[in-house]
């Protein structure tokens, strides 16, 4: 569990959709308002699927080789070969120039409220369902356990924490970091959604049928 955590946590935190439109927010005339609230969302959006798996499971593992540890681990492997065939689709299917989305007209007059149901829409949910497949196996009667679904939640959130703090404490110097951040990751936007989504797609799969197997 913890490696499939540690996996997507991180593939969630790249992920290059989310982390420009931050960029995007902190650059707009209440930015830090606005961006503290997208990743207050962000964060509890994740921990909200985390409690729901934990209420589902009665924060007990399954026991291995039943009805529904198999089914856990067929729902890691479904998302795993599902993630290598959308990276597969990403890489094959023609370049499309990429407009900016209509939002952005609006950000300088966007509410905190707003910038929360941003965070929302834009969460990786094919990702954050993973996760919440590999939570299952969490065991809350273990301390180990409840740091490892913590760290996903804040390893997920990583990105955000950073840029957030980084423009309270240099608000000028983040500002020119962060929109030169973002314009890198414009430019590659296609390559990190291919490549993100075939590593985790490819752990998952072969984590799931070593699982299976053994």
Known sequence: MVLDL???????????LHNSAYVLLLSSRRGV?????FLLSWLANLIVVIACVMLLTGGQPPDLHTKP??????????FGVALVC???Y????????????????????ASPATAAGL???????????AGAAAAVDANLSTAADWAALTGYCLLATLSLIVMETYMLRAPEAAN???????DWLNRHQEQ???????????WLTAHSIYQLVV
Request: zero cysteines; glycine letters at 8%; proline letters at 9%.
């Open 176 to 182: 020119a970091r962060l929109n030169g951040l973002r």
């Open 33 to 37: 308002r606005q961006g503290l609230a």
């Open 90 to 109: 990403r890489h094959r299917r023609p370049p499309r120039p990429h407009g900016p989305p209509r939002w952005q007209a609006r950000i300088d007059d």
């Open 6 to 16: 540690l996996v997507i946590g991180t593939a969630i935190t790249l992920g290059p």
């Open 192 to 202: 990190l959604i291919v490549r993100i989504s075939l590593v985790v797609g490819l």
């Open 119 to 129: 965070a929302w829409v834009l969460q990786p949910w094919a990702l954050v369902g």
């Open 86 to 88: 959308y990276a597969v």
């Open 69 to 78: 540890s198999t089914a856990s681990i067929a729902v890691k492997l479904a």
